[in-house]
């Protein structure tokens, strides 16, 4: 967008790896872009509301405002700042988690037919990654389903060219063992206590497996220690790893396994493959969209731990389907999620909403 004149400035709250413990107002610059960090006022549960935000949202003056990850307060802030101010609102959902859940608290049932639906109704288009998200839409207000427009999650494919740094030494990890690599946020939906239990099922010595990630949910981090039962082949990084550290991790990564539980479409699978590395996940979601079964990876049911267990056997005996199964990724990935290509498509719905105006 940069390059095409456009001025983007990020709003977004100010909280800890955790989300546990609010932090002052925050302002960088990172790439030319400008990101405001405001303190939390407000706290409820997992959702937390900034007054000093939406207040700067009214007054901001712009041309377009775009929400990022359904049921969070920026998201819907920024939706009724543009319908107060008359400026065209998009959202991208980034799935919708919390309505997989069979049960649901009396809260999410009154958020989802209310505050929830606010984004959705103001919206010009809603952008999803994969038609999956669709039948959420429609549960949460089928009039908007006409505003639906699919366009693949993105990322600046050239970032992900191979690392030189031997990042399995730096874990006292030795070249000729075999590492599985899942990089994520500790968090229930993401499926990662499956993994540790699939590889406490695989009897290989020279196995290693690294989860690195935020622990979102300190509960569910004490369970996957207490799955992971002191095995000295599974290691923790418990903190993000970004930028140059997290492609280290993928390129010297010899498998990339998320079995996620949900997921509308998998960044991190996507940066996986970008760097030529054979994926494991589950058939849930859009995950099926970037997933292609025996070509550029392997799916198992969600909660499947044995099948798990399995698909990483295979690709451990059989060295060069995973390689041919990386390379095919790759070059799935230059092609389908480069945002070369799919920024063209964001922005020329901008420009058609800006001079419709």
Not at 269 to 274: C, D, K, N, S
Request: hydrophobic share 40%; glycine share 6%.
């Amino acid at each position: 967008m940069l390059d095409k004149g456009c001025i983007p400035k990020i709003y977004t709250l100010n909280f800890d790896d955790r989300w546990e413990k609010r932090l002052k107002e925050s302002r960088d610059k990172i790439d030319g872009i400008d990101i405001i960090r405001f303190r939390s006022t407000v706290d409820y549960g997992s959702y937390h509301f900034s007054i000093k935000m939406f207040r700067n949202l009214l007054k901001e003056p712009c041309d377009i405002i775009h929400g990022m990850i359904w049921g969070t307060h920026p998201v819907e802030a920024g939706a009724i700042a543009a319908k107060a101010n008359g400026i065209p609102y998009f959202i991208t959902p980034h799935g919708f988690p919390h309505l997989i859940t069979k049960v649901k608290p009396f809260s999410h049932l009154f958020y989802d037919r209310t505050v929830g639906k606010i984004p959705l109704d103001v919206a010009e288009k809603i952008i999803i990654s994969s038609g999956e998200e669709l039948r959420f839409i429609k549960f949460l207000s089928s009039k908007n389903l006409n505003k639906c427009v699919e366009i693949p999650n993105a990322i600046w494919t050239r970032k992900y060219d191979k690392e030189r740094d031997n990042y399995k030494e730096k874990l006292g990890i030795s070249d000729n063992e075999f590492l599985i690599a899942c990089i994520s946020r500790m968090d229930p939906i993401k499926g990662i206590i499956d993994l540790v239990k699939a590889v406490r099922l695989i009897d290989l010595k020279d196995l290693r497996l690294v989860i690195a990630g935020p622990i979102n949910y300190p509960d569910y981090f004490h369970q996957l220690i207490q799955a992971a039962k002191n095995d000295i082949r599974i290691h923790f990084i418990d903190r993000p790893i970004v930028n140059k550290e997290k492609i280290e991790l993928l390129n010297a990564c010899d498998i990339f396994c998320l079995p996620t539980k949900y997921d509308s479409q998998s960044i991190a699978l996507i940066e996986a493959m970008a760097c030529g590395k054979p994926v494991i996940s589950t058939k849930t979601g859009g995950i099926q969209r970037i997933v292609l079964e025996g070509e550029t990876g392997l799916l198992a049911r969600v909660g499947d731990i044995s099948g798990i267990a399995n698909r990483i056997s295979l690709i451990y005996k059989d060295r060069k389907m995973g390689e041919k199964m990386g390379k095919k990724g790759r070059d799935y990935v230059l092609k389908n999620h480069d945002w070369s290509k799919v920024g063209e498509k964001i922005y020329s719905l901008y420009m058609t909403s800006i001079h419709r105006k």
